[in-house]
C-alpha cells in the first residue's frame, strides 16, 4: 500500500495570506491527524477528523482549521499566516477499526515545510 | 496533561556501539509508539509498544506500564541510525488519536 502523502512539500508565504494543506491518507485509514512541528515547541497535536467530523482539537488558535472529504483525505488551513506559523506540518493516518480508539499505530507522511516571510 | 520526558537530549556514538534512549510517562498510557525523524523530517514508525517488549532487527523497546517507562535500545549502531528519537502516547483520557510527543533525542554516530 502507498503511504500518506502530503502536497505541497515546500510552501513560502508572507504575513497575512492564507495556506491550504492536503494530506491523503493510507488506503482504507479512516482517521486523519494533523501536526505542527517547531524548534521551539516540538510537535504539537493539531486535530483530528474521522469520518468528515472534527474529532478531537489542540491548543492552537481559530486560524487554523481543516475538514476531511469522504474519501478520507484531508485538508488544513492557516489564514492569516504570522511568522511563528512557520513549521513542518505533518499529518498522519490510522485505521479506526471498531471500537478501537487510539490504541492503534499512527503513520506519518512526509510532511509539507511552511515558511512565512 | 501526561508528561513525557525523553533522555538523553543528544548522544553522539561511534559506529558499531550501543545505546539506551529512556521515555518517561507521567500517567497510563494505552499507546506508546517510538519514531525515527529522518534528516529530511519524516516520521518512520519503529515500534508500537504500549507495553512488553519487542524486537526488530538491531532495534528493540521494552515498556514497563506500571513504571510509566519505556527504553529504546540500539545494538551495532550504523551512520544511518543518526537523526532525532520521539517517544510519543495516548492516554484513556484522550479522546481519538492524539499522540504527545516528548521532546526527543538526537542521536549522532559518527563514522
Known amino acids: 500500500k502507498a503511504g500518506v502523502t502530503q502536497t505541497p512539500r515546500y510552501l513560502i508565504k508572507t504575513r497575512g495570506q492564507q495556506v491550504t494543506l492536503s494530506c491523503s491518507p493510507i488506503s482504507g485509514h479512516r482517521s486523519v491527524s494533523w501536526y505542527q512541528q517547531t524548534p521551539g515547541q516540538g510537535l504539537q497535536f493539531l486535530f483530528e477528523y474521522f469520518s468528515e467530523t472534527q474529532r478531537n482539537k489542540g491548543n492552537f488558535p481559530g486560524r487554523f482549521s481543516g475538514r476531511q472529504f469522504s474519501n478520507s483525505r484531508s485538508e488544513m488551513n492557516v489564514s492569516t499566516l504570522e511568522l511563528g506559523d512557520s513549521a513542518l506540518y505533518l499529518c498522519a493516518s490510522r485505521l479506526v477499526a471498531g471500537l478501537a480508539g487510539n490504541t492503534e499505530t499512527q503513520y506519518f507522511g512526509p510532511g509539507t515545510r511552511l515558511l512565512v516571510l | 496533561g501526561i508528561q513525557v520526558e525523553q533522555s538523553p537530549p543528544d548522544l553522539i556514538l561511534q559506529e558499531g556501539a550501543n545505546s539506551t534512549l529512556r521515555c518517561n510517562f507521567s500517567d497510563s498510557v494505552n499507546n506508546l509508539q517510538w519514531f525515527h525523524q529522518n534528516p529530511w523530517g519524516q516520521l518512520i514508525n519503529l515500534f508500537y509498544?504500549?507495553?512488553g517488549t519487542k524486537q526488530n532487527g538491531r532495534l528493540s523497546a521494552t515498556t514497563v506500564a506500571t513504571e510509566r517507562y519505556s527504553l529504546l535500545y540500539i545494538s551495532s549502531s550504523q551512520t544511518t541510525d543518526s537523526g532525532v528519537y520521539f517517544c510519543?502516547?495516548?492516554?484513556?483520557?484522550?479522546?481519538?488519536?492524539?499522540?504527545?510527543f516528548g521532546q526527543g533525542t538526537e542521536l549522532s554516530v559518527k563514522p
Open positions: 509498544i504500549p507495553s
Open positions: 510519543a502516547v495516548s492516554t484513556i483520557y484522550n479522546q481519538g488519536g492524539k499522540l504527545i
